[in-house]
């Protein structure tokens, strides 16, 4: 049951409200912040040119922190900020370049041919020529979380998280 008040008498019960409206309002913003959390991890796994994803480590250093007001979303990899704004052309070392060659299974041990090749030296030949294409032309860039961040406001997601913890409490007869 709704019951009508003036403009002026919500005023006041606003007014009044003080600590319970800033806390209904950050709980809200939390709320919202997980759902970025989860559109920043499904920018991530479909970011294009092709998704930037080998072990996990940027998906899974999406963080919240919550403070008593709101909360911030922070990707903490030390290579977030290289997949989503690129790089200048650059040499990375080779060896992790291997292990992730590796990893991905583009050395299979055979050659153009089908003929069996070792393994480590395709490996290594393949992480040369990544290298090389690295060196000149850097990493592309990805913009996962600022895609992410046009979805998530696009969707109006704040807006409707912190509405509906206004409404519940309204629904508890504080509004």
């Given at each position: 049951?709704?019951?009508?008040?003036?403009?002026?008498?919500?005023?006041?019960?606003?007014?009044?409200?003080?600590?319970?409206?800033?806390?209904?309002?950050?709980?809200?913003?939390?709320?919202?912040?997980?759902?970025?959390?989860?559109?920043?991890?499904?920018?991530?796994?479909?970011?294009?040119?092709?998704p930037a994803v080998?072990?996990?480590?940027?998906?899974?250093?999406?963080?919240?922190?919550?403070?008593?007001?709101?909360?911030?979303?922070?990707?903490?990899?030390?290579?977030?900020?290289?997949?989503?704004?690129?790089?200048?052309?650059?040499?990375?070392?080779?060896?992790?370049?291997?292990?992730?060659?590796?990893?991905?299974?583009?050395?299979?041990?055979?050659?153009?041919?089908?003929?069996?090749?070792?393994?480590?030296?395709?490996?290594?030949?393949?992480?040369?020529?990544?290298?090389?294409?690295?060196?000149?032309?850097?990493?592309?860039?990805?913009?996962?979380?600022?895609?992410?961040?046009?979805?998530?406001?696009?969707?109006?997601?704040?807006?409707?998280?912190?509405?509906?913890?206004?409404?519940?409490?309204?629904?508890?007869?504080?509004?």
């Amino acid at each position: 049951m709704r019951k009508r008040v003036s403009l002026t008498a919500f005023a006041r019960r606003v007014a009044n409200l003080g600590p319970d409206l800033e806390a209904t309002v950050g709980l809200g913003l939390q709320d919202a912040a997980a759902e970025l959390k989860r559109e920043v991890v499904r920018e991530i796994d479909r970011a294009k040119p092709y998704p930037a994803v080998d072990q996990a480590i940027l998906r899974s250093s999406v963080e919240i922190r919550t403070t008593k007001r709101s909360a911030v979303v922070a990707v903490n990899a030390p290579h977030a900020d290289a997949i989503e704004n690129g790089t200048r052309p650059f040499f990375p070392p080779i060896e992790p370049l291997i292990a992730w060659v590796k990893r991905k299974g583009f050395a299979s041990g055979r050659d153009r041919r089908g003929r069996f090749s070792n393994r480590d030296a395709q490996a290594r030949s393949i992480a040369y020529a990544v290298q090389q294409k690295i060196g000149r032309d850097g990493i592309a860039t990805r913009h996962y979380m600022r895609k992410a961040w046009a979805r998530f406001r696009a969707r109006k997601v704040a807006e409707r998280c912190i509405a509906r913890r206004l409404d519940t409490l309204a629904r508890r007869g504080k509004l």
